[in-house]
């Protein structure tokens, strides 16, 4: 790695004082003001694709649970207990309309994103695969929605059972490649699981190509870690049958998840985590379950974790996640306008290689004659915060590939995405 001396001309960016207060909450200021963590820093943070930053009435309510009536949900009959049952309802009820799910027992609160998925693999999987069964999935998908299925298989073949997982293609898009799915589909086929939007590549997956070409009993399965908060999510129009969402990437607090189940696959799960209040009943041909969301909601939940979910939806609403799914597009379009003119630059398969401007707050590149994680190491010291390596990506493990991942929010501005371009141009030149 080259050495960037102080005395280059690579500046880091200078301070600033926190914002004053601003009336209507659209503008810049008013916006970095919500998020403490960044109006306290003049670091300019392009990772929300790895965790978003926090509001304040998310801090607020986490903070509140621990000093104020602290209890157990659904546990009591006094008031404290009482009050705090009636408030996860509330969240679960939001959170149904917030992602368009139909019915509120169609929301699972987990431990997160990838406890989701496990979920999904161990209450379904188990007990709905056969012997000859398939799976078809990404291996460049997120590692949640790839070992989950290797861990599923490995554990039916100790009983027996063989099932078959399918890898398909993605797109240079960074989607999922449809036409390669359609040739792969068998009558063994039992479920499709894709990344919604793509952690690396910032590609859309709706798989709305494969309608009416799936039989009703192939199930789709849509990991939305990162479109959930970024972008209008409708489970229902998308057809899912699962879908999981991480909440620390939609303004909420880590280990909290969502777990979308279609009504119509409720007959199908078994037990997860059985044990307190896990909707189970024990009786002489054993467990026997007694509703959802109960049956995969056993033992105390992440009860700050989901009232933060709460207020971070009211959050969300309150600029309207299409308006931030717009927001994305403009900074996107600009990261990429930029980031053409600068040689030796890479773009990963996505909203680069478009034909049409798309852009969804998500891109990965390469920079030639530097590492991705000297470069990430090099803009942070600049003051640019990025993700850099494999990204969790189990096939880019195995390769050997990296890149830098830049994701933006509603929090970033234009003017921080010129300056972040201007300094990776800057970079360019000082590595040829």
């Given at each position: 790695?080259?050495?960037?001396?102080?005395?280059?001309?690579?500046?880091?960016?200078?301070?600033?004082?926190?914002?004053?207060?601003?009336?209507?909450?659209?503008?810049?200021?008013?916006?970095?003001?919500?998020?403490?963590?960044?109006?306290?820093?003049?670091?300019?943070?392009?990772?929300?694709?790895?965790?978003?930053?926090?509001?304040?009435?998310?801090?607020?309510?986490?903070?509140?649970?621990?000093?104020?009536?602290?209890?157990?949900?659904?546990?009591?009959?006094?008031?404290?207990?009482?009050?705090?049952?009636?408030?996860?309802?509330?969240?679960?009820?939001?959170?149904?309309?917030?992602?368009?799910?139909?019915?509120?027992?169609?929301?699972?609160?987990?431990?997160?994103?990838?406890?989701?998925?496990?979920?999904?693999?161990?209450?379904?999987?188990?007990?709905?695969?056969?012997?000859?069964?398939e799976i078809l999935y990404s291996p460049r998908d997120h590692a949640s929605n790839v070992y989950p299925w290797h861990h599923l298989r490995r554990m039916l073949a100790r009983f027996?059972?063989?099932?078959?997982?399918?890898?398909?293609?993605?797109?240079?898009?960074?989607?999922?490649?449809?036409?390669?799915?359609?040739?792969?589909?068998?009558?063994?086929?039992?479920?499709?699981?894709?990344?919604?939007?793509?952690?690396?590549?910032?590609?859309?997956?709706?798989?709305?190509?494969?309608?009416?070409?799936?039989?009703?009993?192939?199930?789709?399965?849509?990991?939305?870690?990162?479109?959930?908060?970024?972008?209008?999510?409708?489970?229902?129009?998308?057809?899912?049958?699962?879908?999981?969402?991480?909440?620390?990437?939609?303004f909420g607090a880590p280990g909290t998840g969502i777990l979308y189940c279609r009504r119509s696959v409720h007959d199908q799960l078994l037990p997860f985590l059985p044990g307190g209040?896990?909707?189970?009943?024990?009786?002489?041909?054993?467990?026997?379950?007694?509703?959802?969301?109960?049956?995969?909601?056993?033992?105390?939940?992440?009860?700050?974790?989901?009232?933060?979910?709460?207020?971070?939806?009211?959050?969300?609403?309150?600029?309207?996640?299409?308006?931030?799914?717009?927001?994305?597009?403009?900074?996107?379009?600009?990261?990429?306008?930029?980031?053409?003119?600068?040689?030796?630059?890479?773009?990963?398969?996505?909203?680069?290689?478009?034909?049409?401007?798309?852009?969804?707050?998500?891109?990965?590149?390469?920079?030639?004659?530097?590492?991705?994680?000297?470069?990430?190491?090099?803009?942070?010291?600049?003051?640019?915060?990025?993700?850099?390596?494999?990204?969790?990506?189990?096939?880019?493990?195995?390769?050997?590939?990296?890149?830098?991942?830049?994701?933006?929010?509603?929090?970033?501005?234009?003017?921080?995405?010129?300056?972040?371009?201007?300094?990776?141009?800057?970079?360019?030149?000082?590595?040829?």
């Amino acid at each position: 790695m080259r050495s960037f001396a102080s005395g280059s001309h690579l500046t880091r960016p200078a301070a600033t004082r926190p914002p004053a207060p601003a009336t209507p909450i659209s503008t810049p200021a008013a916006v970095r003001k919500l998020f403490p963590a960044l109006a306290e820093s003049s670091e300019v943070y392009l990772d929300s694709a790895a965790t978003t930053q926090k509001p304040v009435p998310v801090i607020d309510t986490i903070h509140r649970y621990h000093s104020s009536r602290t209890a157990n949900a659904g546990r009591g009959t006094y008031p404290w207990a009482t009050s705090l049952t009636g408030q996860i309802s509330r969240v679960r009820a939001r959170t149904a309309a917030f992602i368009a799910a139909e019915h509120p027992d169609e929301v699972v609160f987990t431990g997160g994103a990838t406890a989701a998925l496990n979920a999904v693999t161990l209450s379904w999987g188990l007990g709905a695969l056969e012997d000859g069964d398939e799976i078809l999935y990404s291996p460049r998908d997120h590692a949640s929605n790839v070992y989950p299925w290797h861990h599923l298989r490995r554990m039916l073949a100790r009983f027996g059972r063989h099932i078959e997982l399918v890898p398909y293609r993605m797109t240079e898009l960074g989607e999922a490649d449809t036409a390669d799915i359609l040739a792969k589909l068998t009558p063994r086929t039992r479920l499709i699981t894709t990344s919604h939007l793509h952690h690396v590549f910032g590609g859309l997956t709706t798989l709305e190509e494969l309608r009416g070409s799936l039989d009703p009993s192939v199930l789709l399965c849509f990991d939305c870690s990162q479109s959930g908060g970024h972008l209008p999510v409708d489970v229902t129009e998308l057809g899912a049958d699962f879908a999981v969402f991480a909440a620390h990437k939609m303004f909420g607090a880590p280990g909290t998840g969502i777990l979308y189940c279609r009504r119509s696959v409720h007959d199908q799960l078994l037990p997860f985590l059985p044990g307190g209040n896990s909707g189970v009943q024990l009786t002489d041909a054993g467990l026997v379950p007694t509703g959802m969301p109960d049956l995969l909601e056993g033992g105390t939940q992440n009860i700050p974790g989901i009232l933060a979910l709460g207020s971070a939806l009211e959050v969300l609403e309150s600029f309207d996640v299409g308006a931030i799914a717009a927001h994305n597009r403009e900074l996107t379009l600009r990261l990429i306008a930029n980031l053409r003119q600068v040689p030796g630059l890479e773009f990963l398969p996505g909203p680069a290689h478009a034909p049409c401007a798309i852009g969804y707050g998500i891109l990965s590149f390469t920079l030639a004659g530097i590492s991705s994680t000297d470069l990430g190491f090099v803009l942070s010291e600049l003051g640019f915060l990025v993700r850099t390596g494999a990204h969790c990506t189990p096939a880019a493990a195995d390769d050997g590939a990296d890149s830098v991942r830049v994701s933006t929010h509603i929090y970033n501005t234009l003017e921080e995405i010129d300056r972040f371009t201007e300094c990776v141009m800057t970079i360019a030149m000082e590595v040829r």
